[in-house]
């Protein structure tokens, strides 16, 4: 009988911390992460060798003119039409690159392969992407590669063998320090919060929750992560979403936490339509033009991005240089325009910059 009762027990204790690590899990990726310094002191890029896909049988395009199609996660959003507008920018400012955007109007990763798909078939001389998924995108990034057509990602990566450069707008344990450390600001470090990404298989945003994780668990761990829900980078879906952690968690709820620029300000706005300003932080990724009535109320205090414009600019600088010949695998850093020369990373990525943080003092000085 109590050979019986402790099996009950271990049954049911294990069922226990299965529900907890269910419970647990975030809607991160499950690659290793590597967490910044409690203390802020800047950690030391490992140098890798490159990991990047290569092109078959490219045609010779030093110095001739060009014909690039971006490819966005989708178009007719503020973060997009940054990133669009900075491609723009580079290419007028080239004078020998012929740009164009053409996403999908949701995030969806069929439609973006089909554009892609089209475009090969027309004929373009380089694909600048952001990835709806990183897998499912990568045969036909491949397929680019293999009829000679130079593929450079930025925003949201794929596989690396399936485009040549990615350029990132900011290290991942970056964002995630900057995000948790906003949070706990607000909050204090033994509050209770929830996050509202797009999808779980974003790649951008799978690696930032990660890292976030990783990082509250060594200098927060006082932190109680609610729950992780999909919106699918739609402003409806958001703020649906937001209301739902709103009343489902009621008092307990301290904090909200949007990865992409459509969630943070919809969450915002959930939040002050609850009349939670004050009770519920708000901190997360978006555009300064979106978040600028809620800083301005004093509903959302900091938000968390980098330039977007810039993000663009730099992509288009650096499928120049790839299409010129003067960025090479194994190279250390790369010119791109009025930014000056930026470091190459984790073996194939070009890194802008680090994260910055838009609040009351600042963002009325930023307009995008």
């Known amino acids: 009988m109590l050979r019986t009762s402790l099996a009950v027990l271990a049954i049911l204790s294990l069922s226990t911390s299965l529900v907890q690590a269910q419970s647990a899990w975030t809607g991160g990726d499950d690659l290793p992460t590597s967490p910044l310094a409690c203390d802020g002191t800047p950690a030391t890029p490992v140098a890798k060798p490159y990991d990047g896909g290569m092109t078959t049988n490219a045609p010779d395009r030093n110095g001739k003119p060009i014909t690039v199609v971006d490819v966005p996660k989708l178009i007719g959003i503020g973060y997009f039409d940054a990133t669009s507008k900075g491609i723009a920018e580079a290419a007028a400012e080239l004078g020998n690159m012929t740009a164009t955007t053409d996403g999908p109007t949701e995030a969806n990763i069929d439609d973006q392969i089909t554009l892609i798909d089209n475009y090969i078939t027309k004929g373009v001389d380089g694909i600048l992407f952001a990835a709806n998924d990183p897998v499912a995108i990568a045969p036909v990034l491949k397929k680019a590669l293999a009829a000679g057509i130079n593929v450079v990602g930025y925003d949201a990566n794929s596989e690396p063998d399936a485009r040549q450069w990615f350029v990132n707008q900011a290290e991942f344990n970056g964002i995630a320090k900057s995000l948790i450390d906003s949070l706990v600001a607000e909050t204090g470090a033994d509050a209770s919060f929830a996050i509202v990404t797009s999808t779980f298989t974003t790649p951008n945003q799978a690696r930032w929750i990660a890292e976030m994780a990783a990082y509250a668990a060594a200098c927060h761990p006082g932190l109680k992560w609610l729950e992780t829900v999909e919106a699918q980078e739609d402003n409806i879906l958001s703020f649906n979403q ?36 004050g009770s519920i932080a708000v901190v997360g990724l978006a555009t300064p033009n979106a978040m600028k009535p809620y800083v301005a109320s004093d509903c959302v205090k900091s938000v968390v991005l980098w330039n977007p414009v810039d993000l663009g600019y730099v992509a288009a600088h650096v499928l120049r240089a790839v299409a010129d010949g003067t960025l090479k695998p194994g190279d250390t850093t790369v010119k791109a325009g009025k930014l000056g020369e930026l470091s190459v990373i984790n ?10 943080v838009f609040n009351k003092g600042n963002i009325e000085g930023f307009d995008f």
């Open 347 to 356: 073996g194939s990525e070009i890194l802008v910059g680090a994260p910055f």
């Open 242 to 277: 937001a209301n739902t952690l709103i009343n489902k968690y009621g008092d307990d709820l301290k904090g909200i936490v949007g990865m992409t620029s459509v969630a943070t300000p919809a969450a915002a706005d959930a939040v002050t339509q609850a009349g939670k300003c």
